[in-house]
């Protein structure tokens, strides 16, 4: 089974909902799988695809859910226009960080990008003003110029479009020149430089649209959630995203979808072992990565994609 | 000034207890290259451990203490044994790191989600401290016998480190590994079995963290997010360097309380984020690290 | 696995999820809203089972049960026994969202009764306002969804975090007839709560906030903030933060020596026995109170019926710190199920709601609601604790803050 089956198997599902009335609930559950598909893509473009060691996902996430909730909230702006200047500032910020970070490796690169995410948590812990601090923030329906996004079943075919635009656009860059050079820094920093791939260009470049995919996905929860704490935007969140991309796959657009399914699924089975969740989340992170190398996309799809 | 003090003072400390749990960070990065996310929650288990021993079981605190030490030195031998041996074996150099962050995080939350299981969880405990005794005043500056007795204790293991790494075969036969794997195989260094006993003495070391500190810091099931504080000392004073880790955990207490006297308690909570930040930005080696050599991954 | 059989899965999941778009469990003859039979009405109960904060709800959650459990045993609401779905927030807004949807949607409720954690609850208001589904708190103080009051969230049966402050302040000034106060607590929505009310009882009673310390949940040095409360001079010393800084806090009494009054939240200080054990000072306690929304001490004779109560529904657990505090939850309901008729719908239950007024037995002020109020209990007594000794202070003290 190759990669293409798996895009295809969950693309009719998606679609299929459309057509059939579900449960509500299980909308609400399909809208978080949506969005944090879109995040956790965005992450594999910087840790899977680009191979760079960065935590700091969830502060661009954070910085697009404000900036949309706020603009949603103060100016009445229609979407997308939200959600388009959230994943804008993500970017721009992203950008700003990977200057520095092309000096940092491995290790000093995931303490340095994950002390900004906490730094970034406490700004929006802190800055209560703007992001309401720690009392959240409410966010106001989404509005399309007449048309309201009320509950889960008129958000899920917009998050869906959302969905697909940026899975298809990642599936563009993989093929993309700018995509392998990325794969190549990956493999090997030096030999890519030796190759004539400007790494720097492409680090930078990695950065700026792994911000732009978190701020896409942060400007995806007002469109079906009411309220956002700071207390959500944490470590805590970053591990589950990044759950989901090692146990689906580094780099590989499938393997993280499953991921995203098959995690964001598990507290729904959990339901009933709460006590033993957290024990559980650690057997199988421990599992994942000792057993599957190279996450699910590993055991099920053909080696060379 | 009887204020600034008096900050400087608790802030060595704090700053010894980061040191001291930086050192089971920095032993286990500079001999096997793996970063431990768990390396707070070793500290907590060691302690609910020592806890379940002591009230739980009713038996005398020495007991406690080697439950607790040799608990851990089991956890660590045995987490080696079972997940980072599979995962060094793995043929992609480059996913490992990102493998051994998985891996360790997985074993923060198996520890955390374990500990919570046993009970003693409702209320925030204590274990009874090894320096008892009236405080002592310098000049104004209060400090308990504790807080000396883990300065002193801190400043002992880093020189037992320090010496071990520096001066005996088996600590430079753990640094050769470090550097080239391979090279150490083939000129008949036990790489696996030494790497085993490194997590050992880790999260042993670890142990010892917990029995010292958990009096003055209190214990939860969530103390271990101290380790990100751990983190950012061992990186003022250069991940690798052993002194430098006690001097960048002094450091930071310092920081931190002088945050809390001059601008605001509420900015005690991100400034060891910035300070992270700072040096790596500025000088990523930190303070005592030397020329910054960055693993091959 | 070929294209087709991956086509073939699909087709049936569709069809699966098609039976389901006619669920069986529809609202049935007469009833307008889902959850109620001739027989049974369906609550959905839900709290803190799992996570970091479980303590502030689980028990809690058992003595709502025990109090259906009671209900039900003595015959029911007219005629209909309660038959509970109990489900686990974490105390995490998120995972609070995904409860009460599956409660509502999938269990088909007619009522919410939970909540242990405010900024949780506060994350779900929305949507029960949408849905119109009524939402009668656990134990959570519940400061941002009850200021400003909507129509189907009701809760602060423990006192919300204005409570605690404005009552803090009260008997400070009252009783201890201090003048100049230093305030420690947290840097959240708590505290800014309870500093807010605080403040306004302060300048009621011509007294000044000589010292404000807000400090995060993790940290674990308190030595800064406490050194800037010493060198304020405070004539008393209010602590409304989380367990773990107020022990902290407490060690840093005994390390100073600070010799003034201290007074504490409830949430501070959930258990004192574990307390003085961890900071191992008697003498830190010499002029230590603590306040709390019940009627007595914990081991009081007015809160023995409940721990008996609980003794015979849980026979194997003992009691924790906010256990009581979910009786006045599910009483309220059972009042209010009552008061609305032998056909109740959601909006005759809402309207019954507004109207209560009743004493608990069990909280130290009445339990009141009203037609612009859904902060349910505003009172607390002040308990002096010594080291070994619990003794009531007299009076009960009312806040009279309710928000800007």
């Known amino acids: ?305 | 000034m009887g204020l600034v003090a008096q900050a400087v003072a608790s802030g060595i400390v704090t700053g010894a207890i980061y040191a001291l749990i930086a050192l089971s960070l920095v032993i286990l990065y500079k001999s096997t290259g793996a970063v431990n996310f768990a390396g707070g929650d070793v500290v907590m288990t060691a302690c609910y451990i020592a806890l379940l021993v002591l009230v739980g079981f009713g038996l005398p605190y020495w007991l406690a203490a080697l439950a607790a030490i040799a608990g851990l030195f089991v956890i660590g031998a045995g987490f080696d044994r079972l997940v980072i041996a599979r995962i060094v074996r793995q043929r992609h150099a480059h996913n490992s790191l990102v493998a051994l962050v998985i891996a360790t995080i997985g074993l923060s939350d198996l520890l955390k989600g374990s500990v919570r299981l046993f009970g003693y969880t409702d209320n925030v405990q204590t274990l009874p401290p090894q320096f008892t005794g009236p405080p002592l005043f310098l000049g104004n500056v209060i400090l308990l016998r504790q807080d000396v007795g883990i300065v002193g204790v801190t400043c002992v293991v880093m020189l037992l480190l320090y010496a071990f790494f520096r001066f005996t075969r088996l600590g430079k036969g753990l640094r050769a590994t470090a550097d080239n794997p391979r090279a150490a195989v083939l000129i008949g260094i036990p790489v696996q079995r030494m790497r085993m006993l490194v997590w050992a003495i880790a999260c042993g070391l670890g142990a010892i963290a917990g029995l010292l500190v958990a009096p003055k810091i209190l214990m939860t099931p969530d103390m271990g997010v101290i380790v990100i504080l751990a983190f950012a000392a061992a990186v003022i004073g250069g991940f690798t360097n052993i002194p430098g880790v006690i001097v960048g955990g002094f450091m930071l207490g310092i920081i931190e309380n002088l945050v809390g006297i001059f601008i605001s308690t509420a900015a005690i909570a991100v400034a060891p984020f910035i300070v992270i930040m700072a040096v790596l930005l500025l000088r990523p080696q930190g303070l005592f690290g030397g020329n910054p050599t960055f693993r091959k991954v | 696995m070929t294209l087709r059989s991956l086509l073939a899965i699909a087709a049936l999941l569709v069809g699966i999820n098609t039976a389901n778009a006619f669920p069986v469990g529809a609202p049935e003859g007469p009833y307008k809203d889902p959850g109620i039979t001739d027989t049974e009405i369906v609550i959905g109960l839900f709290g803190p089972e799992s996570g970091p904060l479980r303590n502030f709800g689980f028990d809690a959650m058992g003595a709502a049960q025990m109090w259906y459990d009671m209900i039900n045993k003595t015959g029911g609401i007219w005629g209909r026994k309660i038959r509970l779905v109990i489900d686990d927030d974490r105390c995490d807004p998120t995972a609070l969202n995904a409860v009460i949807r599956k409660l509502v949607t999938v269990d088909k409720v007619f009522l919410l009764n939970g909540g242990s954690c405010t900024a949780a609850v506060v994350a779900g208001q929305e949507y029960v306002t949408r849905e119109k589904v009524p939402l009668i708190m656990l134990n959570a103080a519940g400061d941002g969804a009850l200021f400003p009051p909507t129509r189907y969230v009701f809760g602060a049966f423990g006192g919300t975090q204005l409570t605690v402050g404005g009552t803090l302040v009260d008997f400070v000034a009252k009783e201890l007839k201090a003048k100049k106060i230093a305030y420690l607590g947290s840097d959240d929505d708590f505290g800014a709560a309870n500093l807010a009310a605080g403040k306004f009882m302060a300048k009621k009673h011509g007294v000044e906030f000589v010292a404000v310390e807000r400090v995060p949940r993790n940290l674990v040095d308190l030595t800064a903030p406490m050194l800037r409360i010493r060198q304020a001079n405070p004539d008393a010393v209010i602590i409304t933060t989380y367990p773990q800084s107020a022990t902290l806090a407490m060690q840093k009494v005994s390390e100073f020596q600070l010799a003034m009054p201290i007074v504490a939240a409830v949430q501070a200080v959930p258990n004192p026995a574990s307390l003085v054990k961890t900071v191992g000072n008697l003498a830190a306690f010499k002029n230590f109170y603590y306040g709390s929304p019940l009627n007595d001490l914990t081991d009081g004779p007015r809160q023995k019926w409940v721990i008996d109560m609980y003794k015979r529904a849980f026979p194997d657990r003992k009691p924790t710190a906010f256990m009581a505090y979910g009786l006045p939850s599910a009483q309220a309901v059972t009042y209010a199920l009552m008061l609305a008729g032998p056909n109740p719908t959601r909006e005759s239950f809402v309207d019954a709601m507004s109207h209560l007024h009743f004493v608990t037995g069990v909280m130290a002020g009445p339990i009141e609601f009203g037609p612009d109020r859904r902060d349910g209990h505003n009172a607390s007594i002040f308990i002096k604790f010594d080291g070994t000794k619990s003794t009531r202070m007299p009076g009960v003290y009312v806040n009279e803050f309710r928000g800007k």
């Open chain 1, 1 to 305: 089974m190759s990669e293409r089956w798996v895009l295809a198997a969950l693309g009719v599902l998606a679609l299929g909902a459309l057509a059939v009335p579900l449960p509500i609930y299980a909308l609400y559950v399909a809208n978080l799988l949506l969005m944090y598909a879109v995040l956790a893509i965005g992450l594999d473009v910087l840790l899977g695809l680009a191979g760079q060691f960065a935590f700091a996902h969830i502060a661009f996430y954070g910085i697009g859910v404000y900036t949309a909730g706020i603009l949603g909230n103060r100016l009445g702006l229609p979407f997308p226009l939200p959600l388009l200047a959230g994943a804008i500032l993500a970017a721009a910020v992203a950008f700003l960080i990977a200057i520095p970070a092309l000096r940092l490796h491995s290790i000093y690169l995931a303490l340095s990008t994950y002390a900004f995410a906490a730094a970034a948590q406490w700004v929006f812990h802190s800055w209560d003003s703007v992001t309401g601090g720690a009392d959240g923030l409410r966010l106001a329906p989404t509005r399309f110029f007449a048309w309201h996004i009320i509950d889960d079943r008129d958000a899920y075919p917009v998050l869906l479009g959302i969905a697909i635009v940026t899975i298809a656009l990642r599936l563009g860059l993989q093929r993309s020149k700018l995509g392998r050079g990325m794969a190549a820094m990956r493999e090997s920093e030096p030999v890519a430089l030796a190759s004539g791939i400007d790494v720097r260009r492409v680090k930078i470049l990695a950065f700026t649209i792994s911000g732009f995919y978190g701020g896409v996905a942060g400007g995806m929860l007002p469109l079906f959630q009411s309220y956002v704490h700071p207390d959500s935007l944490g470590l805590e969140a970053l591990v589950v995203i990044l759950t989901m991309v090692v146990v689906g796959g580094l780099g590989s657009v499938g393997g993280v979808l499953i991921g995203v399914v098959v995690m964001g699924l598990l507290p729904e089975l959990l339901r009933d072992a709460a006590v033993y969740r957290e024990l559980i989340y650690g057997a199988i992170l421990i599992l994942a990565v000792t057993l599957m190398p190279r996450g699910i996309a590993g055991l099920i799809l053909r080696a060379g994609k």
